[in-house]
């Protein structure tokens, strides 16, 4: 069985870019999650999708961070404009239900210049 | 507001010792998951505990659910190279969204 997907691995923008990230998750699970890590740090829950709805964006960054989950299965993340301390690993996870166990993506690193 | 605190923050072992590290909160959890990141790479489920005292092996690694509620074990045995990296406990907050521990780095040295 596939994993979940994540691209691009890398990306590199200078500020004031827009930049988006791709999540496909296992298939049959109805729970999407996006994490934000930094070094160091464990990941740090952004928004938590159930099927194409969004139950808990209170950790989004509202102002610059969007998200959509069209279909319930795929998801992007997208920020506009980065900033420079948007730099850090997006995560993708997937579950077939919330607090269950999480399975995650590879991660994208986004590197803001 | 929620407290997950790992411990210890990094080990340097031996190759063949056993490791034990844990994880506690400040609150009851119903649920306690461990995870490995390897650099570059997300983190991967190692074990989950759904029951207060459960016990729960794969392979070399053993975790515990605390009988509070309140903490997990991990233990690794006969530690090896390729057991180096980074592992996080995960509980739900308020039965929720999952909430991570900063992580305990473990290097092992041949």
């Known amino acids: 069985e596939a994993g979940v997907v994540q691209s691009p691995r890398y990306k590199i923008i200078e500020k004031k870019q827009p930049v988006a990230f791709w999540c496909n998750p296992i298939s049959g699970h109805n729970t999407l999650y996006w994490y934000l890590q930094n070094l160091g740090q464990g ?34 993340l997208k920020i506009q404009p980065a900033e420079l301390g948007d730099s850090a690993v997006y995560l993708c996870a997937s579950s077939p239900s919330r607090v269950r166990e999480q399975y995650f993506g590879p991660g994208t690193r986004l590197t803001v210049t | 507001g929620q407290q997950l605190n790992q411990s210890p923050q990094s080990m340097f072992i031996q190759e063949g010792e ?93």
């Open chain 1, 43 to 76: 990941p740090e829950l952004l928004i938590r999708y159930e099927n194409e709805e969004a139950v808990d964006d209170s950790q989004l960054p509202k102002d610059r961070f969007s998200a959509e989950r069209l279909k319930g299965v795929d998801s992007t």
């Open chain 2, 18 to 110: 056993d490791v034990s590290m844990n994880c506690t909160s400040s609150s009851i959890f119903n649920t306690w998951l461990w995870y490995k990141q390897d650099p570059g790479e997300g983190p991967v489920l190692l074990i989950a505990l759904y029951k207060a005292g459960e016990l729960t092996s794969n392979g070399r690694l053993t975790a515990q659910f605390g009988i509070t509620r309140k903490d997990s074990f991990l233990n690794i045995s006969a530690s090896i190279p390729s057991d180096v990296g980074i592992y996080f406990c995960a509980g739900p907050y308020n039965n929720n969204d999952m909430r991570f521990g900063a992580g305990t780095r473990l290097t092992v040295k041949p």
